[in-house]
């Protein structure tokens, strides 16, 4: 029994995690839910949460407070940041780089500059709705993706040319959402404020778009996670193994791309959540793709949850962009991720 003592020891450690996850997010969420310039009564939560899942809800300020403002934006950040931590995650195996996230393939960028063409159209010659906006980042960011992965299939190692197709695309889309703000005019301020990533917009369709789009995609995750481990092994390895590594590989373009472009779409570029949360996970946990997703993704939302509602409440009545606060928090957690590393590559 001895050989199978390690294993048993990180399934048990993952179980535990998942736990003081779950418990964690739980406690993050009813944290988010108390805290703004309007005082909500703890105990009065889950009454009238569970009076709203009945259809009994009532119309006061608590009432529009809670379920139009407050958990919208909780649900949302949550769905993105699962979203985030995922796309990270698969971006890492996808390249067996540490350091990987959906902005290395540009999709991030791609759907960013969409989204600023979205708001400069709506601002002169469509009506204004954050439907178009959203489409607009979500077809920049497929685009970019099916562009970054035609110019990667000509090399003859599709993830070393997809890497170096990806880093040139993101540069140029970077340069042209920098021009474009020289045409933003009068919607410059809601531009930057956009790039800087927040989650004031909040919605029950976009929850519904994000959290579907999340949770599909992890459930595509879980049904890989025996190749995603393959595919750590080397290309050599893992088609002797008997692993089609070309085909995960371009599932894994399509599914980065769905989740970075459909995230970046609803809450503007945050970063460091994707870079972050699976290089520590898979610290505490391990490579094993069946013990790292699930906790990838609740440490993720748990993370954005807690960072969106200090971005809110920080500076109230005023609000601090959410990337913002994610890059002065996630830079030094990541160097110090670094050093405390050793320098082995993923597996």
């Known amino acids: 029994m001895q050989p199978f003592e390690p294993a048993l020891s990180a399934q048990r450690r993952a179980r535990w995690l998942v736990l003081a996850l779950v418990l964690g997010l739980a406690a993050v969420v009813l944290l988010a839910l108390l805290s703004g310039s309007a005082a909500v009564a703890r105990v009065e939560i889950p009454g009238r949460i ?3 899942l009945l259809g009994r809800h009532a119309t006061d300020i608590t009432d529009r407070i809670l379920f139009e403002a407050r958990l919208p934006r909780v649900l949302l950040s949550l769905s993105v940041g699962m979203a ?3 796309a990270g995650l698969a ?3 996808l390249f067996r780089n540490p350091l990987a996230s959906p902005s290395v393939i540009g999709v991030s960028n791609g759907a960013a500059l969409g989204a600023v063409a979205g708001m400069l159209l709506t601002a002169h010659w469509f009506p204004r709705s954050p439907a178009t906006i959203t489409g607009a980042s979500i077809l920049f960011g497929l685009a970019t993706t099916a562009l970054v992965f035609l110019l990667g299939r000509r090399g003859a190692y599709f993830g070393h040319a997809l890497l170096l197709a990806g880093i040139a695309i993101a ?5 042209l959402t920098t021009a474009s703000l020289y045409l933003a005019g009068e919607r410059l301020q809601a531009i930057v404020f956009w790039l800087m990533g927040g989650l004031w917009q909040a919605s029950w369709s976009a929850i519904w778009l994000m959290a579907s789009v ?7 995750l879980l049904f890989w996670s025996r190749d995603l481990n393959l595919a750590l092994l080397g290309e050599r390895s893992a088609r002797d193994l008997g692993l089609d590594l070309r085909r995960l590989q371009c599932r894994l373009v399509v599914l980065i791309a769905v989740l970075a472009s459909v995230a970046v779409s609803l809450s503007g570029v945050i970063p460091f959540v994707g870079l972050v949360v699976p290089h520590l996970l898979r610290l505490l946990v391990g490579a094993d793709h069946r013990r790292l997703l699930l906790p990838t993704a609740l440490a993720g939302g748990m993370l954005l949850v807690l960072a969106d509602t200090c971005a809110r409440t920080l500076a109230s009545p005023a609000e601090i962009p959410v990337g913002i606060f994610t890059a002065v928090v996630g830079a030094p957690v990541f160097l110090w991720l670094l050093h405390k590393r050793r320098p082995t590559g993923i597996p």
């Open 91 to 93: 971006s890492q195996t």
């Open 171 to 175: 540069a140029l889309c970077s340069s």
């Open 84 to 86: 985030l931590a995922l």
């Open 214 to 220: 999340t949770f599909a995609s992890l459930v595509l």
């Open 50 to 52: 569970w009076a709203a």
